[in-house]
C-alpha cells in the first residue's frame, strides 16, 4: 500500500503546497488547525481537486493536473473517517457499516457484522449510532471506512472527542487492526502525544505549507526549522553565532556564553547566524559542580519559576550572569530526591549531543 | 396578567369563525345539506382534491432538484434564484394570476404564438388551474425542502461519496432522509396552499363548473349566487371538513416518519 502526494491549491485566502509519501505505515499529519492538515486528506479522498499536482494511490494515479486525471471520490478506495464522525443518524448500526460495502442484502450485512466484531463491537448491530458511547461511535465509523476494504485510512482528528483513557485504547487498537490488515494511515492531529505515540513518520504543516517531513524521532530530535521545532513542543530556543565548526562540533556563541554541540550532519561554517535547540527534559540538574571537562556544557543557574503538572515539574531558569531563561524539566521522582523546593541556585548541565543546531 | 388578555382575546378572535360556522351547521336545514352535496360542490370539491395533488407531485418532482442546487452549490446569482422562488409568496396571488395571463394568456408571449400555430388555448381548461397552483404553491414545498437540506452537514454525503455512493444514491439514502419532516412540512403547506388558491385560478382559468372551478371559485360563487351565504357556508364547512381529515392524515405520516428517523 502506497500513497504519492504533490498537490497545491488555493481556497479563498489560503494557499496550499506539499509533497510526501506514504509507505505500509502510519504518516501523521501535525501541526495547528488551519495548517491545511485536512484540505490534504480531502484532496487524498478526492472531495477537493488540487489546483495543480499528482496523487497516486497504490499505483493508481487518481489525479493528475497536467494530463487532466482527476478520479472521483467514489472511485478512490480511501477509508475517510472525519473529525465528528458523520455516522448516519437514521441507519443501525450494521447498516451504516454495510453502505459501503457492495454484494447482495444478506452478503453485506454478513460483512458488516464480521467487521463490526473485529472492532469489539458484537452485539451493536441493529443500534442507532446515537444510542452509542463516544468510544462505540468512533469503532462503528472505523469499520464503516473499512468496509469498502480500502488499505488506506484517512483520519482526520477521530479521537479528539474523547477523554484520554478512551484515546489510549483506541490508539492501541487502531495499531493493532494496521498490523493485522496490512492497513497505511494518513492520521491527522495537533495533539503532540498522540504524534509521537502513532507516527512512523511525520509531516509537518503551517499555514499552508509542509515545514519538514521525516521520520519521527528525527522531527522531534533534529526540526529542520525554529519554527517546527516550535511547533512540536521544543521549550528551549537560543539564537547563536557560530564560532568554530570542524568534524561535526560545532560552537556557538550565544549572548554572553558559549554552546559546544555535536552534530555530525550539520553543514554550516564559521559566521552563521544559527538558532539552538533542545528540550526541556533534555537539561540536566546538578547539585555540586564536578570537574568541567572540555566540550562540557555546564552553567551556574537560579531558578526563578516553577510549574507542577502533578507527574512533573517544569523550572524556569536564568543562567548566572545573563539574561537568558531555559526551561528545564524534571519528573516528580527526582524533584524530590534532589530537594529541589528547598533551593533556588542550581548547576545545569546542556549535553552536547542534545543541542540541535538549526540554520536561522 | 397582560399577557393572559392578550393571548385570549387573540384565541376567541381565532375560535369565534370556526364556531359561526359550525353553529350553521349545526342549526342548518335541509337546504344546506342539499348543498353541501350538489353537483357544483361534488365536481368542485373533487376538482380541487386531484389539482391540488397533481400540483404537489409537480412541486415534489421540479422543486426537489432546484431546493438541493439552491442548498448546496454555490453559483453566482444564487441568492437572486432565492429571491425569485420567494417571490410568488410575498406576491397576491392576483398578481400572479395576471402575470400568467401576460405569459401564457391568448394575447401571451407564449401563449399566442402556441394558438397561432396549433390553435391550442391555455384558459378555462384543468391545465391552467394545475398551473395557477403550481405557481403560487410550489414555491412553498421548495422553501422548506431547501432550509431541510441546508440543515444536514454536507459531510454526511461527502463520507457517502467516499464510500462508493453516486451522488443519486447519496441523496437518496443519505440526505433525503435526514431532511424529510423538512419536506413532510413543505408537501402540507403547499398542498393546503394549492387547495386555497382562489386569485390566480379565478383571473387566469376562470371559473368554470367541473373544469377550472375549484372548491374557493365554487364558494365565491355561491355566495354571489342566489343562494347567498347559505351557499357559501355549505360549501365552506365542506372545505373544512377535508382540511381536517388532511391535517390529520398528515400529523400520522409525519409522526410515523419521526418515529422511524
Avoid at chain 1, 521525516?214 to 557560530?242: H, M, Q
Avoid at chain 1, 533556588?344 to 549531543?353: D, F, G, Q, Y
Amino acid at each position: 500500500m502506497s500513497l504519492e502526494f504533490s498537490a497545491s491549491v488555493t481556497l479563498g485566502g489560503f494557499r496550499f503546497e506539499a509533497a510526501f509519501d506514504v509507505r505500509n505505515e502510519i504518516v501523521v499529519l501535525f501541526g495547528h488547525s488551519g495548517a491545511g492538515k485536512s484540505v490534504t486528506l480531502q484532496m487524498i479522498a478526492g472531495l477537493i481537486p488540487p489546483v495543480d499536482g499528482r496523487i497516486v494511490i497504490d499505483d493508481q494515479v487518481v489525479f493528475d493536473h497536467a494530463h487532466r486525471i482527476n478520479v472521483p471520490p467514489q472511485l478512490r478506495t480511501t477509508g475517510y473517517v472525519v473529525q465528528d464522525l458523520a455516522l448516519f443518524p437514521h441507519m443501525s448500526v450494521v447498516e451504516n457499516v454495510a453502505f459501503g460495502i457492495s454484494g447482495s442484502k444478506g452478503d453485506r450485512r454478513t460483512r458488516a457484522s464480521k467487521l463490526l466484531g473485529t472492532l469489539g463491537l458484537d452485539g451493536c448491530e441493529d443500534r442507532r449510532p446515537r444510542s452509542l458511547s463516544g468510544g462505540q461511535q468512533q469503532r462503528v465509523a472505523l469499520a464503516r471506512a473499512l468496509g469498502r476494504g480500502a488499505k488506506l485510512l484517512l483520519l482526520d482528528e477521530p479521537f479528539s472527542a474523547l477523554d484520554e483513557s478512551l484515546r489510549a485504547n483506541l490508539r492501541r487498537e487502531l495499531l493493532r487492526l494496521r498490523a493485522e490488515m496490512g492497513l497505511s494511515i494518513v492520521f491527522v492531529t495537533h495533539d503532540l502525544r498522540e504524534a509521537h505515540l502513532l507516527a512512523d513518520r511525520i509531516a509537518v504543516f503551517d499555514d499552508g505549507r509542509l515545514l519538514q517531513f521525516d521520520t519521527r524521532d528525527t522531527v522531534f530530535k533534529r526540526p529542520a526549522s525554529r519554527r517546527v521545532a516550535e511547533l512540536t513542543g521544543v521549550a528551549n530556543i537560543l539564537r547563536g553565532t557560530v564560532v568554530v565548526a570542524a568534524d561535526g562540533r560545532i560552537r556557538v556563541r550565544c549572548e554572553g556564553f558559549e554552546l559546544n554541540c555535536v552534530q555530525p550532519q550539520a553543514q554550516c561554517e564559521e559566521g552563521d547566524a544559527v538558532d539552538i535547540a533542545f528540550r526541556a527534559e533534555r537539561v540536566v540538574l546538578r547539585r555540586a559542580v564536578p570537574a568541567v571537562a572540555p566540550g562540557q556544557n555546564v552553567f551556574a543557574a537560579e531558578i526563578i519559576e516553577e510549574f507542577a503538572y502533578g507527574t512533573g515539574h517544569t523550572l524556569r531558569m536564568r543562567l548566572a550572569g545573563t539574561e537568558t531563561v531555559l526551561d528545564a524539566e524534571l519528573s516528580a521522582r527526582p524533584y524530590e530526591v534532589l530537594h529541589v523546593a528547598g533551593r533556588r541556585a542550581w548547576t545545569i548541565e546542556l549535553p552536547a549531543e542534545d543541542l540541535h543546531v538549526m540554520p536561522r | 396578567m397582560g399577557v393572559g388578555v392578550l393571548v385570549l382575546a387573540f384565541a376567541v378572535f381565532f375560535i369565534l369563525p370556526f364556531a359561526g360556522l359550525i353553529t350553521r351547521a349545526i342549526e342548518g336545514d335541509r337546504a344546506t345539506w342539499d348543498l353541501a352535496t350538489s353537483s357544483v360542490a361534488r365536481d368542485a370539491l373533487a376538482l380541487s382534491v386531484w389539482t391540488s395533488t397533481v400540483t404537489v407531485m409537480l412541486a415534489v418532482v421540479f422543486g426537489t432538484p432546484v431546493a438541493y442546487v439552491l442548498a448546496r452549490t454555490n453559483f453566482p446569482g444564487r441568492s437572486l434564484c432565492d429571491a425569485l422562488i420567494d417571490l410568488p409568496i410575498v406576491l397576491p396571488p392576483t398578481v400572479a394570476g395576471v402575470a400568467l395571463l401576460t405569459a401564457f394568456g391568448r394575447r401571451g408571449l407564449i401563449g399566442e404564438p402556441i394558438e397561432a400555430w396549433t390553435g391550442f388555448t391555455f384558459g378555462f381548461r384543468t391545465l391552467a388551474v394545475i398551473m395557477a397552483q403550481t405557481l403560487v404553491a410550489a414555491p412553498f414545498y421548495v422553501r422548506a425542502a431547501r432550509a431541510g437540506f441546508s440543515a444536514v452537514d454536507p459531510q454526511f454525503e461527502r463520507v457517502a461519496y467516499t464510500l462508493g455512493a453516486s451522488r443519486f444514491r447519496a441523496f437518496f439514502r443519505v440526505l433525503a432522509p435526514q431532511a424529510r419532516s423538512a419536506m413532510l412540512a413543505g408537501v402540507v403547506l403547499c398542498w393546503a396552499r394549492a387547495m386555497g388558491e382562489l386569485g390566480a385560478t379565478l383571473i387566469f382559468a376562470g371559473s368554470l363548473q367541473g373544469s377550472t372551478q375549484t372548491m374557493p371559485l365554487a364558494i365565491l360563487g355561491a355566495f354571489e349566487g342566489s343562494n347567498g351565504l347559505t351557499g357559501a357556508v355549505a360549501l365552506s364547512l365542506v372545505l373544512l371538513g377535508v382540511a381536517l381529515l388532511a391535517l390529520w392524515l398528515f400529523r400520522v405520516v409525519a409522526q410515523r416518519a419521526g418515529s422511524e428517523g
